[in-house]
């Protein structure tokens, strides 16, 4: 049987997202969360003047890497929470049909010019799909990324549309796995992960979003 495993990207000024994203998995799984920071990465070399609002913006596509490129591999962004098991996202499609999968989230435009703590927004072609990616380890696309690769390919942001990787090569996950606060509503019962993609409840501008009591639950759990 494949190896299964999930990583969650890990930014200093995000800890406590971290943490309470981190705690939403393990106790409701038998995963251990892998932490993804650029300084756990010794080949990690990646400096091209880039606009990056996290310090996982890149680390994240490491994960084949990371892994040996066997086996399949979770990533998602601190700013998730999940209120389902994530090994039921891993058992319920074919992997091995792609190399990678993800929410095709459809065309939007962000509801600010910033989001959390001011950061910019960027409206980008694909926007928000490779926030949460299950990564096929051992295909032949995710074996281009390479240290190499990784550390000099440009522009950075065909890394976010996975331009390194043929249409026919994403697998589509349903929107329940990466449900945008203040974009989509799904009842509680029916959502897998909730993103919270322009900001929080732990940003002061956040306080009062979408979905913000359940993550103030799962926060509670983890003092």
């Known amino acids: 049987m494949q190896e299964k495993n999930i990583w969650v990207g890990y930014d200093p000024k995000e800890k406590i997202a971290y943490d309470v994203c981190k705690h939403s998995i393990e ?8 932490r993804l920071y650029t ?6 070399n990646r400096d091209w003047g880039e606009p990056q609002s996290t310090d996982f913006t890149f680390t994240r596509f490491w994960v084949p890497y990371l892994n ?3 086996g399949y591999s979770v990533y998602c962004d601190s700013d998730f929470l999940f ?3 994530p090994i039921s996202l891993l058992n319920a499609y074919n992997l091995s049909k792609y190399a990678v999968m993800v929410v095709k989230h459809p065309p939007y435009i962000p509801k600010g010019e910033l989001k959390m703590e001011g950061i910019p ?5 694909r926007k928000n799909w490779a926030s949460l990616i299950v990564f096929n380890n051992s295909h032949s696309a995710c074996k281009q990324l390479t240290p190499d690769y990784l550390n000099n390919h440009r522009p950075g942001h065909e890394f976010h549309t996975l331009n390194w990787c043929k249409d ?4 589509a996950i349903t929107i329940n796995w990466n449900t945008l606060s203040g974009y989509y509503y799904l009842d509680e019962e029916d959502i897998g992960a909730i993103h919270y993609t322009d900001g929080g409840p732990w940003h002061s501008d956040h306080t009062d979003c979408e979905y ?3 993550w103030r639950l799962e926060h509670e759990k983890t003092s």
Do not use: C, T, W
Request: aromatic residues 10%; hydrophobic residues 30%; proline residues 3%.
């Open 212 to 214: 913000a009591g359940l």
């Open 68 to 70: 040996d490129f066997k």
């Open 83 to 85: 209120l389902k098991n």
């Open 168 to 171: 026919s090569e994403i697998g």
């Open 121 to 125: 927004q960027h409206r980008m072609y």
């Open 39 to 44: 300084k756990d990465i010794p080949e990690y």
């Open 27 to 34: 106790s409701r799984s038998n995963l251990k969360v892998n």
